[in-house]
Structures are given as structure tokens and as C-alpha cells.
């Protein structure tokens, strides 16, 4: 019984040193199964608290997944070391199970109240010591890059407000540079959203518990964001590839070599090498809507639809799915052509400020569907 105990206390300690390496230490996106454990259980707790809401009950809710995500991951390290450190002194000692975990709980919490008389139980209680004060400045230590990514991600993601609305939608970015006549600005923004997405691709593959930091306004996402300006660029070299701008091409394959990174962290499967003819989940007609949109705004193609439609199709291939899939675990805003969400209600439009100058007025947007 004692070797058995002893043991397990043994594969606990190695399964929670395993964790905290993999999650705050190893600079390499690795799999944490307590982590994503954690995030799933937190994820759906919060749900229960949204059930007969829509979208705005949904992100009110996961407001508070991260700094769950934070205080649970640390929380269930102490835990795990407190059982390992149970298990073993009381395997190694004649203690019975209710000293033996007071004094774990003693010496890893530096408190110092139960001690063993035995120089085995001396070494673990040391060991014990260490290791809460240890984790402890870890998950201090971890605060600082978190939020440094954080504070890089929505400062792009906050400017990309004036150009995309919210929330935004790749259609609507062309679409107010037409209107506006900023076009000449699209490589500057592809060009600041191809250094983001990098970004983005190995802050949250290294540190998944990123994507739980939801946008300070509910309309906005990261990951909408991302998706609506790789979908602007698609759609300018699909329409227009003689006009298009270089930084197009560059923000497209920083933006799916990013989503590919997380999904390889979060263990989603993809196709490395989509065939560009493969069938993708939006619709010709949402398309040739957006198409019709974009051309009352000024914008003029020199592809119809038709024609442009194959070449969209095989540059979203490559992104579509992960996205999709990251957009529904992420409880992101349900924007236009981001697919569906496990919570009821359809996509929103992006919201665009009234025309005030004299004429028609701003151009209809497509419907909300898709």
C-alpha cells in the first residue's frame, strides 16, 4: 500500500511540474491537459449563466473566463502539489492521512506549523517550501508577458475600428476606403497586421490562455479583426489583382501561418496544403452581395464575381475552417462570415457611421446571414 501511495504521489508531482512547465516556462506552444481541461469546464460553467441570452449575455459571462483561467491554473498547481506531497509523506512516514497532508500544506505554503521528527520527511517538507513560493512567482513572473500581448493586440485592434466597425467585416474595410477615398492606406494596414498576426501567432501559441482576454468593447475581437482583414485582402486580389497591393499576398500567409500555429497548440486538425478548388462555407451569394455592396461605394473590379470567385475561394481555404472553429471555442462577436456559434441569434453587420455629406447616403449592407 505504501509503494502504491507513494507511487501516486510521485506521477502527481510529475504531472503538475509537467504542466507548469509546459504552460509558463517552455517558450513553445505545448499541450497542458489540466489547462485546456480547466478552460473547457470554466468555459461551459459560464455558459449556464447565459443560457436564454444572446450574444451580449455570452460575452458578459466569458468577461470573467480569464481571470478564472488565471487563479484556477495556479490555484489547481497547489492543489496537485499539496495531494503529491500528501501522498508521499504519507507513505514514507507512520503518519495518518490527516497529519500527514497538515504538514504538506505546512511546508508548501511556508507556514510552518507541522513538521515531521524524520530527516526522509525533513527533505520533503524542504522540497515542499520550495515549490509553493516557487510556483507562486512563476504565475507572477507570467503576468507582465500576458498582458504585454494583450496590450499589443488591441491597440490594432481598437484602430482597426475606424476602418472595419464593429464589428468588423473584410467587405466593410474596402469599403469605407472607397467611400472615403483612402485606398492609398490599405498597404500601411496590411503591412501593421502582418507583423500583428506574426505576433499573435507565437504570443498565442506559447500562452493559449490569451485567447480567453476578451476585447474591452464587446463588438470587438482579435480574431474577427484578423479574419476581416485577411478576407479584405483576398477580396482585393480576387477582384483586383492588377491594383492590389503587395502587403496583400504578405497579410494573407502571416494571417493563416498564425491561426495555423494556434490550432497546432490547441490540437486542431487542419489541412496543411488545402486544395485551392476545396468547397468553403461561404456562399457564392454572400459574396456576390458583398461584391454589389463594394461597388456602390466606387470600388471598381476588374473581375465580375464570377471570375473572382474562384480565386477568394482558394486563398480562404486556407484559413476558413481554423477560423471558424476558433471563432465558435472563442465565443467571438458572431460577425458577418465568421461562421456559427453554439449560443442562438445570427450575425451582426458592422455598424457604420451616418453620411453626413450631401447625396444618397451611405450604401446598403448585404444581408446578415452566413
Not at 492590389?244 to 502571416?254: K, T, Y
Not at 490547441?266 to 489541412?271: K, S, V
Request: glycine share 8%; proline share 8%.
Amino acid at each position: 500500500m505504501e509503494y502504491f501511495t507513494g507511487a501516486a504521489g510521485v506521477l502527481v508531482l510529475v504531472l503538475v511540474l509537467t504542466s507548469i512547465l509546459r504552460t509558463l516556462v517552455v517558450p513553445r506552444g505545448l499541450y497542458s491537459v489540466l489547462v485546456f481541461r480547466l478552460w473547457w469546464t470554466l468555459r461551459r460553467v459560464l455558459r449556464l449563466t447565459a443560457l436564454r441570452g444572446g450574444y451580449d449575455a455570452v460575452d458578459r459571462a466569458q468577461t470573467w473566463l480569464a481571470p478564472l483561467m488565471l487563479v484556477g491554473m495556479l490555484a489547481s498547481w497547489l492543489a496537485g502539489a499539496l495531494l503529491g506531497f500528501g501522498l508521499l509523506l504519507y507513505s514514507l512516514s507512520p503518519l495518518s492521512w490527516t497529519i500527514a497532508f497538515r504538514e504538506a500544506g505546512s511546508s508548501l505554503f511556508t507556514l510552518g506549523f507541522a513538521s515531521g521528527a524524520r530527516l526522509k520527511l525533513s527533505v520533503l517538507d524542504f522540497v515542499a517550501a520550495a515549490t509553493g513560493p516557487v510556483l507562486i512567482a512563476l504565475q507572477i513572473a507570467y503576468l507582465p508577458t500576458l498582458y504585454a500581448a494583450y496590450n499589443r493586440r488591441e491597440l490594432e485592434v481598437t484602430l482597426l475600428q475606424a476602418r472595419a466597425g464593429e464589428p468588423a467585416w473584410g467587405p466593410e474595410i474596402l469599403a469605407r476606403q472607397w467611400l472615403v477615398d483612402t485606398e492609398i492606406a490599405l498597404p500601411a494596414l496590411y503591412r501593421a497586421w502582418e507583423r500583428l498576426a506574426s505576433d499573435m501567432g507565437e504570443s498565442h501559441s506559447t500562452y493559449p490562455v490569451l485567447l480567453t482576454f476578451r476585447s474591452p468593447r464587446p463588438h470587438r475581437s482579435w480574431l474577427v479583426g484578423l479574419v476581416a482583414v485577411m478576407d479584405a485582402a483576398a477580396m482585393q486580389l480576387a477582384l483586383d489583382p492588377r491594383l492590389a497591393p503587395p502587403e496583400a499576398r504578405l497579410v494573407l500567409r502571416a494571417g493563416f501561418s498564425a491561426l495555423r500555429d494556434i490550432a497546432r497548440a490547441l490540437r486542431i486538425p487542419f489541412d496543411a496544403d488545402p486544395s485551392p478548388d476545396a468547397t468553403i462555407r461561404l456562399s457564392f451569394a454572400e459574396f456576390d452581395a458583398a461584391v454589389a455592396m463594394l461597388e456602390t461605394t466606387g470600388f471598381h473590379a476588374q473581375r465580375s464575381p464570377k471570375e473572382a470567385w474562384p480565386h477568394f475561394q482558394g486563398w480562404r481555404v486556407n484559413y476558413e475552417a481554423i477560423a471558424y472553429e476558433l471563432c465558435r471555442r472563442c465565443d467571438a462577436v458572431p460577425a458577418l462570415w465568421t461562421g456559427p456559434r453554439d449560443f442562438p441569434g445570427g450575425p451582426i453587420p458592422p455598424s457604420r457611421p451616418a453620411d453626413r455629406r450631401p447625396g444618397k447616403g451611405r450604401p446598403d449592407l448585404p444581408p446578415a446571414t452566413g
